[in-house]
């Protein structure tokens, strides 16, 4: 019942199914927040079942995490109560986040089952390939499904196809695993495809680092050497036509030209640092404003959601700038705390995992640590409810499977010790 349930709800959640829905398509008359509401409740009432007379939720890094989530979220109402305006877009930051926390803690009690994470990954290795097939449809057919926010770029039921985009790599690191290894190479690059129709600069940045990590990880059927340096040739190709704004002629000779509108096009016809879309000038304007906010006031910001209630009514999409403007050094601060305790954890599960399946989960969240770490440079995707509630789901994998393998809590912190 639990594996069930756990995979219903990857999918759900993963697939974005859920919002769309109920936002674009009109479909589904239950509202998101019915769905976080069946999740979290039911949720705790099968694993409170489950562990009925045994519950040990409290536990080692368990432990650590509920505190560091109580921290988090008296520190976020504290910024909503004394600092920020206390308005509906402040407010509905504030239940974002509390959601996400919640989301936490529960999956944190369904994956301390060995049967219950394997089911998980199944689901996300579907939700994956379903994502890359829908943003195929949806490009090819030049938005007549309704799909994308943005013309010229595929995103399927993601709407914004730099979410897209990311969504696919993160779910392709946890997912590879668990293919044989003679596909994972295959399945990396059917990914990419999927991640290219999106031209999300930050996702393509992400695809290429997710690989390197994957490499390093032995994940492939080449040795680990020979992976490296098929995936730093493909990186060194893709550097260089982004860098030399060669991406037209590329696609020009795809015969893909007439499925961009003029705005895309402008996206890839110049170099990295040159490219003059409405979303590059918008970024610089942004980040500009967010920088100013958090120099005013920078021990303890501005207050939850003063980014959006600024001129422009949008956020920094730079989720760094977002915790220094809004919750100035402290906030910014359980940022970093948080990216290193979730990199800590897949460390110590990749270290000293019984399995190669644990490896592989430690692996695999690591790189989903730089990744969160990375497209947070990009855009802020701390607020996106569907995004970081994924964070918490993989994070609450890993604990688990720590606990299980009986892994000491100063596991790994030993120097590592490479092989070829």
Not at 24 to 41: A, V
Request: hydrophobic residues 50%; glycine residues 10%; contains cysteine.
């Amino acid at each position: 019942m639990l594996s069930i349930f756990a995979a219903f709800n990857v999918i759900l959640y993963f697939s974005y199914a859920y919002l769309w829905f109920w936002e674009k398509g009109r479909i589904s008359p239950i509202k998101p927040l019915y769905w976080y509401l069946f999740t979290i409740g039911s949720g705790v009432f099968l694993g409170l079942i489950k562990e009925w007379g045994r519950f040990r939720l409290l536990r080692g890094s368990s432990l650590q995490l509920v505190i560091w989530c109580v921290t988090f979220l008296a520190a976020t109402a504290l910024s909503f109560l004394a600092l920020s305006e206390r308005d509906e877009v402040a407010l509905g930051v504030l239940i974002k986040l509390t959601e996400a926390t919640a989301l936490l803690l529960v999956f944190i009690l369904l994956f301390r089952y060995e049967k219950v994470a394997s089911a998980a990954t199944y689901a996300l290795l579907i939700a994956v390939i379903g994502g890359v097939l829908l943003n195929y449809t949806d490009f090819f057919m030049s938005g007549r499904l309704n799909m994308s926010a943005v013309g010229g770029r595929a995103a399927g039921m993601y709407v914004n196809p730099n979410i897209s985009g990311q969504y696919l790599v993160f779910g392709m690191v946890l997912s590879a695993y668990i293919l044989p290894k003679r596909l994972r190479f295959a399945y990396c690059l059917f990914v990419a495809s999927g991640v290219f129709l999106t031209f999300s600069r930050g996702a393509i940045v992400l695809w290429t680092l997710a690989m390197f990590c994957l490499a390093w990880g032995d994940t492939f059927a080449l040795p680990r050497v020979h992976s490296l340096l098929s995936v730093g040739l493909m990186v060194a190709l893709l550097a260089t036509s982004l860098l030399a704004g060669r991406w037209v002629e590329a696609v020009k000779s795809t015969g893909l030209k007439k499925y961009i509108n003029e705005n895309t096009e402008r996206r890839i016809a110049r170099s990295f640092m040159e490219q003059d879309d409405y979303s590059s000038r918008e970024r610089k304007l942004l980040a500009r404003q967010g920088l100013k906010m958090f120099l005013d006031k920078p021990f303890l910001g501005n207050g939850v959601g003063s980014c959006q209630q600024s001129a422009t009514g949008v956020s920094t999409h730079n989720m760094y700038l977002v915790m220094g403007a809004e919750q100035g050094i402290i906030g910014f601060g359980l940022l970093i705390l948080t990216l290193f305790l979730a990199s800590r954890s897949a460390w110590r599960l990749f270290r000293a995992g019984k399995n190669g399946f644990d490896k592989g989960l430690g692996l695999g969240f690591m790189g989903c640590a730089v990744a969160v770490a990375t497209t947070n440079l990009f855009g802020d995707r701390w607020s996106y409810f569907e995004m970081g509630s994924y964070f918490w789901v993989f994070w609450g994998l890993v604990d688990r499977a720590v606990l299980m393998s009986g892994i000491p809590a100063d596991a790994g912190n030993e120097k590592m010790e490479t092989k070829d």
